[in-house]
């Protein structure tokens, strides 16, 4: 893309100027971001409200805010978030409550990483969502085989992070530990456990994401209740407008939820390299 | 020592696939475990046998392979220009930030009602749903691959006279590389859930329709037969993009 590379100094001369709009620096940034947004969805409302248009999947922004107003108003919103955050919750502490303690003892005990090594490194390549007819046919179409869909869309990522993490324990740390007397449990708690958390937190952002497409999937596919289900049905009945305030919905959460996550894991960080 | 520990763990694994086969085929033919939940190995082969005969896998295979192909076709006509548009230009940076971020945060997947809603039941929206699912792990390492370019080396290819088109392939072009490659390595694998989960919903043919089809028939074997087709698709994709990361990491030194 040869075009893309015009003069480098052009990077530098901004093309917009004026007194209130800054040469550049995060608030340049911060109000292109803004317009950006703002002309989306003026755009959006525009195509969607020309009578030329009728194209039912455009929907409006205007039609979103109906649609929210009133899933909000017939309380089923906060129905189908509940169940939602449910199923989400309990899978994704399954695979913590799973994936952190078979992490350390494969971090731990080379032999044992060895054996289960070929079928972790296979269904971490998988799409692992192709196995989800497998746990209809075990335990049917209820809420626990969505929150199973949950466990194995994360529990992966928290294990194999988990891992990584003991396994990259300072050796000379434990050496040290060692020589001083410290028990198995000592070295665990004051060195493998501590040292492990950034990369165990890692894990667990992965795992919110993964888990996220696991609910979505499992309540589009099988759900009775929740966000998916209510996206689902809405298509059925050709309501785009309850689809995109579905996928706002979904994008607040996962915002939420990512930026939470990346912020406990920079602290840990931080944390980490003080320490060593 | 290194490569004895490491001779030792290859053989431990292989024990351990060779110990699971035979007992899973052991406990099978016990009746010790039902067949409807897990079937068995001699099952799984004979129902892959069947299925070969029958010309029925391969046309499964086929279908989802192109699904997928013209899928990751579009993310890479679309998302290598975009993510070199968006690195090199802050202002363009900034304008598309909250559409990725807003987009990297929603499971992908929450979008397919549109997409059926929009592109019907059908091949359509399974292409697009891999194009969706695939599209920002490319877009967001390109960016920053091109973002990340050493500007001291620019500013001295630029004083000797260097034209875009040389500072893009001598240097763009091969600094962004591994950091594209590492981007594409999670675009399939993203790519993969995408397809399988198309499929597994709106198919009407292709490996995820296998699989949903043999679920809703309670044929196990069947199931399983697609589910570790797919299984090998991922993982010779993976390690195959592996192969060539490690390539173009090596020459990455010389230029960086």
Known sequence: MPEALVALEQTHVPHLRGRWFPARGPARSRLIAALAVAVFFAVWQLIGSSKSVQVIFISSPERVIQAGILQVRSGQLWVDLRSTALTYLIGLGLSIGIGIPLGILIGWYRPLEAVLDPYIAALMAAPRIVFFPLIIIWIGTGLPSIVLVVVLMCVFDVLVNTATGVRQLDTSLIRAARSFGASDRQIFTTLALPGAVPSILTGLRLAAGAGLIGVVVGELWIGQSGLGVMMTTAGQRLRAADIYFGVFILITVGLALTSSLERLERHFQRWETRRS | ?256
Do not use: K
């Open chain 2, 1 to 256: 020592m290194r490569a004895v520990a490491l001779s030792r763990d290859r053989a431990i694994s292989a024990a351990s696939v060779v110990g699971l086969l035979v007992a899973w085929q052991a406990l099978a033919s016990a009746h010790l475990l039902p067949a409807l939940w897990i079937s068995s190995p001699g099952d799984v082969i004979g129902a892959a046998g069947r299925l070969v005969g029958q010309g029925e896998l391969a046309q499964d295979i086929v279908v989802s392979t192109r699904t997928y192909f013209i899928g990751m076709a579009w993310v890479l006509a679309v998302g290598l220009p975009l993510g070199v548009i968006v690195g090199w230009y802050d202002d363009l940076r900034a304008a598309a930030w909250p559409f990725v971020s807003a987009l990297n945060a929603v499971p992908r997947v929450a979008l397919f009602p549109l997409f059926v809603l929009g592109l019907g039941i059908g091949v359509r929206s399974i292409e697009a749903m891999v194009f969706f699912s695939a599209l920002l792990p490319v877009v967001l390492n390109t960016a920053s691959g091109v973002t990340q370019l050493d500007p001291a080396l620019l500013r001295l290819a630029r004083s000797f006279g260097a034209s875009d088109r040389q500072v893009f392939r001598t240097i763009a072009l091969p600094s962004a590389l591994p950091l594209t490659l590492a981007g594409l390595r999670l675009a399939t694998g993203r790519g993969l859930i995408g397809l399988v989960v198309g499929e597994l919903w709106v198919g009407q043919s292709g490996l995820g329709y296998l699989v949903a089809s043999a679920g809703q028939r309670f044929a196990t074997a069947e199931l399983l037969v697609g589910a570790l087709c797919v299984t090998a698709a991922g993982v010779a994709i993976i390690q195959g993009l592996r192969g060539l990361e490690r390539r173009f990491e090596a020459w990455r030194p010389a230029h960086a």
